[in-house]
């Protein structure tokens, strides 16, 4: 089983940028895919999909609120994710968490997550 850490959250005015990280011990399938979600305070749903990379091609997608502004990447040797998360808007507020990904559903349970807050 993979233990995966978020990093790299923090509070930064709108329009500015923050890059998460999240690290996984145990080994990542080549045919696996991975991703980025996000909780909004407040909301009782699940986390949102945000993006996600298939892990052994490098190809990625994303959920049509943060494409052009957020782009998700790895290192396969490091088995580390990151969002680089760019032109950011008070509504990108959230707790963001990564985990497995089928298509925009997440796999596995979720870790403790990476506060974003995004002040206007």
């Known amino acids: 089983q993979v233990h995966l850490v978020e990093s790299g959250g923090g509070l930064v005015q709108a329009g500015g940028s923050l890059r998460l990280s999240c690290v996984a011990s145990g080994h990542i399938f080549s045919d696996y895919a991975m991703g980025w979600f996000r909780q909004a305070p407040g909301k009782e749903k699940e986390p949102e999909f945000v993006a996600g990379i298939r892990w052994s091609l490098g190809t990625t997608y994303y959920a049509d609120s943060v494409k052009g502004r957020f782009t998700i990447s790895r290192d396969a040797a490091k088995t580390t994710m990151y969002l680089q998360m760019n032109s950011l808007k008070p509504e990108d507020t959230a707790v963001y968490y990564c985990?497995?990904?089928?298509?925009?559903?997440?796999?596995?349970?979720w870790g403790q997550g990476t506060q974003v807050t995004v002040s206007s």
């Open positions: 985990n497995g990904v089928s298509g925009d559903h997440p796999l596995g349970s």
